[in-house]
């Protein structure tokens, strides 16, 4: 299995990015897929994930702002990020796991937000 994460960037505090990670494999539909982010000095943290049924959580910095979606069909997992702030600036991770499968990551994208 291999994740290719993509649609990191340099965007203005207030704007959007959308980010995509596209997995190979044929076991995306029965996973949860999550993005993490892991800013300098920091851990990697959970920001949002999605389960197999679409169930959704957000970590509490992104409520209201990021959205998490799936398309099985592309077997890929979406990260919409609106009213992005400069605390959002970190690599941007996606994993997959599911029962006795994985966990893997991908590769990481690069979000900067400038004030």
């Known amino acids: 299995v291999q994740l290719q994460a993509s649609g990191g960037g340099l965007v203005q505090a207030g704007g959007s990015l959308r980010l995509s990670c596209a997995a190979s494999?044929?076991?995306?539909?029965?996973?949860?897929l999550g993005w993490y982010r892991q800013a300098p000095g920091n851990q990697r943290v959970l920001v949002a994930n999605?389960?197999?049924?679409?169930?959704?959580y957000y970590a509490d910095s992104v409520k209201g702002r990021f959205t998490i979606s799936r398309d099985n069909a592309k077997d890929t997992v979406y990260l919409q990020m609106n009213s992005l702030k400069p605390e959002d600036t970190a690599v941007y991770y996606c994993?997959?796991?599911?029962?006795?499968?994985?966990?893997?990551w991908g590769q990481g994208t690069q979000v900067t937000v400038s004030s």
């Open positions: 999605i389960t197999s049924d679409s169930t959704t």
């Open positions: 494999g044929s076991i995306f539909s029965i996973v949860t």
């Open positions: 994993k997959m796991q599911g029962a006795f499968i994985g966990p893997y």
